[in-house]
């Protein structure tokens, strides 16, 4: 129990979709989270605190100090995370770090109690949106034609390996925080979403699939990641502009991104 005259301050911390908070006590920092209320009826919080677990037992993230039924959270923070700046995590002994992370993770022979199901997550974001735009219905059956006969080879993937939700603790290791998508999936998506949110130029993204080990064969699923995490995330976006008009940059960012990311698709692999 955390008695409020033993705090020693709370301060407001930045996120996309939840509310964080650093929070001091008796000599101890820790992140607060309260989520988002928009996202309840899209994220399974038994499966995401079931997942952090195992990523924890993994020793690819931190453990819960406090976890409700609720999704409220608490876990350890880590000063040396301040220091982990977007210019920093694309040097050459981070993206080393952070192949050797996603590596270790898609490696472990562990299994999450869940599948991702892409379309079934689009399904909540259209059903959340109650009206889709004309030009997402097009993009939604281009996918669906690039996808036909993906492989189903699933490991234990993060699903939003995004910059903000790498820490690193005061040794330096670098983890992964909030397992609110996580699944099983395929690795490809973890590369794809990081490599897609950093801007990672066309060297910097060599060097970590080299780090990674990604097999040359896996380069068109890579590629086909990057536009259904596009189109996922825009759909995700529409739901934040709801309430949030302000969203409508980040929307047209990853619509445009898709737009130039599937003709470059088609010229490379075709449209089959």
């Keep these: 129990m955390f008695l409020i005259e033993e705090l020693i301050y709370i301060k ?3 996120g996309l979709t939840n509310l964080n908070f650093l929070v001091a006590h008796k000599g101890q920092k820790y992140v607060l989270r309260f989520p988002a209320h928009e ?3 899209i994220i399974n919080r038994h499966h995401e605190k079931e997942n952090q ?3 924890a037992e993994i020793e690819v993230t931190v453990g819960n100090v406090v976890f409700t039924d609720e999704g409220i959270k608490m876990t350890p923070y880590y000063d040396a995370t301040a220091s982990l700046t977007r210019d920093l995590i694309v040097s050459s002994e981070y993206l080393e770090k952070i192949a050797g992370v996603l ?7 562990r299994e999450f109690p869940n599948r ?8 909540k974001y259209k059903i959340a949106l109650t009206e889709i735009p004309s030009l997402y219905v097009l993009l939604e059956e281009r996918l669906r034609k690039l996808m036909q006969g993906e492989r189903q080879e699933y490991v234990p993937c993060h699903m939003d390996s995004v910059t903000a939700n790498f820490i690193q603790n ?3 290791q670098l983890l992964l925080i909030d397992w609110e998508y996580s699944a099983n999936y395929l690795p490809e998506w973890d590369l794809a979403a990081f490599i897609l949110e950093r801007e990672l130029n066309e060297q910097q993204e060599q060097e970590l699939l080299s780090y990674y080990g990604l097999p040359a064969t896996s380069k068109q699923s890579l590629d086909l990641q990057k536009l259904k995490s596009d189109f996922l ?3 995700w976006s529409l739901v934040k502009e709801i309430e949030d008009p302000s969203f409508e940059q980040y929307t047209a960012k990853r619509t445009e991104r898709l737009l130039e990311g599937l003709e470059q ?3 490379v692999y075709g449209n089959n």
């Design 39 to 41: 996202f309840e009826d």
């Design 265 to 267: 698709y088609y010229r």
């Design 53 to 55: 677990r195992i990523a």
């Design 12 to 14: 407001r911390l930045g």
């Design 103 to 109: 590596s270790t993770l898609h490696s472990s022979k």
């Design 170 to 172: 005061d040794a330096k």
């Design 233 to 235: 995330w825009s759909l």
């Design 116 to 123: 991702f199901n892409y379309w079934g997550e689009v399904e």
